[in-house]
């Protein structure tokens, strides 16, 4: 690091999708809670959609992906949009950064998404802190560097797959992609692997977990870089209650129906309702849809869907109707807010990172149902090393049964090994609460960071 001075200024880039933006935008809110001027940095196009709550202190601008006015999911391929956010966002960050040292308040740290390995190579050309900040888990990320260092050749063979400080794993059981290549969206491989192309040049790399989730994993990262983990980042009011105000993740994609889904939950009984949610990105098929309707249905517990609105029309016929006083579909939900509420008894997700640390946060057992990418080894730690879950296994054809996904539920709802999920689930909340608070592993590694960012 070059740029020398008491007063500094941080940058904040996170890719432009949700499970992305939470959690980076809520390190960045410990940041500014520790006196650290932060400024979140967006694309053109999503700026026009979000906007940051001005109690946080954090100030947003903008800069380009191509695709100011159409937006990235017009780019026709993961390969094209990443692409073209390298070449237009290096050329626009590098003149943002300029504008802050013309204004005479100049950047002195640039935290990026680990997917956007092309903003270390700018920020060394300013001479600023490098930092990388990983949204999956140090599991999945250490998968993905043994790929890019040739440790791991694809695709995977064998009966299993051995990763120092790992359980064995089944080659299901790591991202999907790397067992089946033939279903690989072009360039995904590529965008996965580039994460560690330059990542030996950053100063500090930060995972959102927190220590004691995955210890072994991140002190055999903490041989090869400059680690901390900072998780999990959740609102505040969720864990340690030290951040006044910080109530929610203060961006939304999607509008959440909070009255119709909190007034449900608020006729239920303790522990009685099973929320289910596959994320912003999951697409089932027609035939999962009536398999996970009808479980449900027979399950015989009150439940909460989230169905987006491009999934209702894969709704089994008169589901909505059959189910009016057992369940409710909603297009989308506050999420956290549901989670911590009295009435819920499980969750039946997708495992994506971000939903998994929301559910070990706030003490809540899981039903697995991963889909692709990290998801299946998110399951297999939720099942059989954190021992918070039960993990589905789908038929030949790739489907999860309706009696498969009953079983489970009632499983966690009702039986024996429920009992030492839900144990397991309350210890996990203890720990992420003691993580992120004063003097936790997390809060520990932020006031480090932030030390590191004064004094240089």
């Known amino acids: 690091m070059e740029k020398k001075g008491c007063n500094p200024h941080v940058l904040i880039l996170p890719n432009s999708a949700q499970g992305h933006i939470n959690p980076i935008l809520q390190f960045a809110k410990r940041l500014v809670s520790k006196g650290i001027k932060v400024t979140f940095v967006t694309t053109v196009y999503l700026s026009k959609s979000i906007h940051v709550d001005p109690e946080t202190s954090i100030a947003m601008e903008t800069i380009s992906d191509g695709f100011d006015e ?4 017009n780019a026709g391929s993961i390969e094209a949009c990443f692409s073209s956010f390298r070449i237009n966002g290096s050329l626009t960050l590098a003149k943002l950064i300029e504008k802050f040292d013309d204004i005479g308040q100049p950047a002195t740290a640039l935290v990026y998404d680990g997917l956007l390995p092309w903003a270390l190579d700018v920020a060394k050309q300013f001479g600023l802190f490098k930092v990388a900040f990983f949204t999956q888990s140090c599991a999945v990320n250490t998968i993905f560097y043994h790929v890019n260092r040739g440790l791991l050749q694809l695709p995977l063979s064998g009966s299993h797959v051995s990763i120092p400080e790992m359980p064995l794993l089944q080659p ?3 991202p999907l992609f790397f067992s089946g290549l ?4 072009p360039g995904l491989l590529e965008l996965v692997g580039n994460q560690f192309s330059n990542i030996d040049e950053a100063d500090w790399i930060l995972f959102n977990t927190f220590y004691e989730l995955e210890e ?4 055999w990262m903490a041989k090869l870089w400059k680690v901390g983990t900072v998780g999990p980042t959740l609102p505040s009011m969720y864990l340690d209650k030290r951040l006044e105000d910080d109530k929610d993740y203060g961006i939304k994609l999607f509008k959440p129906k909070t009255s119709d889904c909190i007034n449900w939950l608020n006729d239920k009984p303790s522990g009685s309702v099973v929320y289910v949610s ?5 697409d089932l098929r027609q035939e999962q849809m009536e398999e996970l309707a009808w479980g449900l249905k027979g ?3 009150y439940f909460m869907w989230v169905v987006r609105e491009s999934m209702e029309t894969k709704l089994p016929n008169k589901f909505l109707e059959e189910t009016s006083d057992q369940g409710l579909v909603v297009s989308w939900c506050p999420q956290l807010e549901v989670l911590a509420h009295e009435s819920i008894g499980c969750f039946v997700t997708h495992c994506g990172f971000n939903s998994v640390l929301e559910a070990l946060s706030l003490g809540v ?3 697995a149902m991963p889909q692709w990418v990290d998801q299946p080894t998110n399951a297999k730690f939720v099942e059989d090393v954190w021992g918070t879950g039960i993990r589905v296994l789908p038929d030949e054809k790739g489907i999860v049964e309706s009696q498969v996904l009953q079983k489970c539920i009632k499983e966690i709802m009702e039986g024996e090994k429920g009992k030492e999920i839900k144990k397991n689930a309350k210890k996990w909340k203890e720990l992420a609460k003691e993580a ?3 003097g936790g592993s997390s809060d520990n590694n932020i006031n480090e960071f932030v030390a590191k960012l004064l004094c240089s």
């Open 278 to 282: 596959f994320g912003s990105v999951a």
């Open 70 to 73: 159409i937006g990235p999911q």
């Open 182 to 185: 033939e279903s690989i969206p």
């Open 172 to 174: 299901y059981e790591t």
């Open 365 to 367: 057992p899981m039903v």
């Open 436 to 438: 992120i608070d004063e």
């Open 216 to 219: 072994k994993i991140v002190d």
């Open 299 to 301: 399950s015989n517990c």
